[in-house]
């Protein structure tokens, strides 16, 4: 029995991006300049972040209007390149 097809997405659409990293500012710094690269004209807005109890950790998720795979890919890419990001949703 085939497995079914995952559902596609359309583009383009609101797709909403998590990075978790070390709470540092340069963190902050490296998701911003990644987005205005791959995503100019993001709604700042809509970036929300929240540290961990103890305060080393750090998630900001925000949302983009996504034009395509080949985009999503580069993001997801670019983000990875910092050593303070630990993982990218």
């Not at 791959?38 to 807005?45: C, E, I, Q, T």
């Not at 890419?77 to 949703?89: A, D, N, P, W």
């Amino acid at each position: 029995m085939a497995e079914p097809e995952a559902p596609k997405i359309e583009f383009p659409c609101d797709y909403p991006i998590k990075v978790m990293g070390e709470a540092h500012p340069e963190l902050h710094e490296h998701v911003l300049l990644v987005m205005s690269t791959h995503a100019p004209g993001f709604d700042h807005s809509k970036i929300t972040t929240r540290d961990s109890s103890k305060g080393r950790w750090q998630s900001i998720t925000l949302t983009i209007t996504a034009t395509g795979k080949p985009q999503l890919s580069a993001i997801f890419e670019h983000l990875k390149t910092s050593s303070r990001v630990k993982m990218v949703l």
